[in-house]
């Protein structure tokens, strides 16, 4: 079992910044990539973020500049860092872990609001 947490997700004036962070637990024994998507109900979901295993980043073209991930493998924890936040960046975030034989795990959600 793989279990992932997720928290830092609320309610924000444009603008502002948040920071989401993911832990996982359970049985991992190796975790490969790791990254955050974003949907909005009725809409389809997006890349947000991705990192490797060896810190390598990419970003959705419409978070570039503002947004940065980052993990800590000895922690087992993903984190993404919002800055200068929008109203267009408003949905609900998911993390996402893939373990090294191809596994993919998927985190609860969390709800990130933009006002304003």
């Known amino acids: 079992q793989v279990q992932l947490v997720e928290s830092g997700g609320g309610l924000v004036q444009t603008g502002g910044s948040l920071r989401l962070s993911c832990a996982a637990s359970?049985?991992?024994?190796?975790?490969?990539?790791m990254g955050w998507y974003r949907q909005d109900p009725g809409k389809q979901r997006e890349l947000v973020a991705h990192?490797?295993?060896?810190?390598?980043?990419k970003y959705g073209d419409s978070v570039k500049g503002r947004f940065t991930i980052s993990r800590d493998n000895a922690k087992n924890t993903v984190y993404l860092q919002m800055n200068s936040l929008k109203p267009e960046d408003t949905g609900v975030y998911y993390c996402?872990?893939?373990?090294?034989?191809?596994?993919?795990?998927w985190g609860q959600g969390t709800q990130v609001t933009v006002s304003s």
């Open positions: 359970g049985s991992i024994f190796a975790i490969n990539d």
């Open positions: 996402t872990v893939q373990t090294v034989i191809g596994t993919g795990y």
């Open positions: 990192i490797t295993s060896g810190g390598s980043t």
